[in-house]
């Protein structure tokens, strides 16, 4: 087994990094970066043997690449403070083959929003691409959620991860509204543009798209507030464009 990194940006995440953090003994580096919590997250971190190092925040993709360079081995995992690996995942990782000329490996994630395991819709064992050889890889730059780059092969390992999101209400519609925000600012940096029938009919098919066509009616009630939350959210971004272009000369 080749010797992994892992790494986790995290700022105030006390309720949830612990559990992260357990499943992680198995790792030959675990590197936090911190962008100043004012809770135990450090303390926590520290606990569990994690180097834990301060950077302030500007963006995703920056304070990820950041957290990249400071790992020492090849093979490195990424990680969110409120993502959970299963020991299927883990022994998986354990037994790859790394003579296989594969310098990455999509890892399937599962939603658990509002305490409830998403076993339906697009959000059940999604494909996200977190495992990777650095020699191979780097993150681009953005504002809210980052993306990796990796140069060659990609593999995809059978097992999953869980994605706490959220527990409550407030929470999931405060990180919705600043989420998209962010997204509409940044697709505006991009030139993008937004016509006013796109805004007005986004959440109505989106929420369509998310709730019926994806299955996420099978999900209960955590999935219609899923499907409604996310559907508002594509609906705040593209807003959030048009009133940028439409103010950008005043």
Excluded at 107 to 115: A, K, M, N, S, Y
Excluded at 134 to 159: A, P, R
């Amino acid at each position: 087994m080749e010797n992994i990194s892992v790494f986790i940006i995290a700022y105030n995440e006390e309720k949830i990094i612990a559990q992260c953090l357990e499943k992680l003994s198995w790792a030959n580096e675990i590197i936090v970066i911190d962008s100043g919590s004012s809770d135990k997250t450090v303390e926590i971190c520290e606990k569990y043997k994690a180097k834990v190092i301060y950077n302030k925040f500007e963006n995703f993709g920056k304070q990820k690449q950041f957290a990249l360079n400071q790992t020492t081995n090849n093979w490195v995992l990424s990680l969110d403070a409120d993502e959970v690996l299963s020991d299927e995942l883990i022994s998986e990782i354990k037994n790859i083959d790394f003579s296989k000329d594969y310098n990455g490996y999509l890892i399937p994630r599962t939603h658990v929003f509002l305490h409830k395991v998403f076993k339906f819709g697009s959000e059940n064992k999604k494909p996200i691409l977190r495992f990777f050889n650095k020699q191979h890889g780097k993150f681009i730059e953005n504002k809210v959620h980052e993306v990796i780059d990796v140069s060659g092969k990609i593999g995809i390992l059978k097992n999953e991860m869980l994605h706490y999101t959220v527990f409550d209400i407030s929470t999931a519609i405060q990180k919705q509204v600043k989420y998209s925000l962010l997204s509409g600012e940044f697709l505006f940096e991009k030139g993008k543009k937004a016509s006013l029938i796109k805004v007005i009919i986004k959440f109505p098919f989106d929420f369509i798209r998310f709730y019926f066509l994806q299955r996420n009616f099978l999900n209960g009630y955590q999935g219609f507030i899923w499907s409604m939350l996310s559907a508002f959210g594509s609906f705040v971004k593209y807003a959030k464009l048009y009133d940028l272009h439409q103010n950008k000369d005043l």
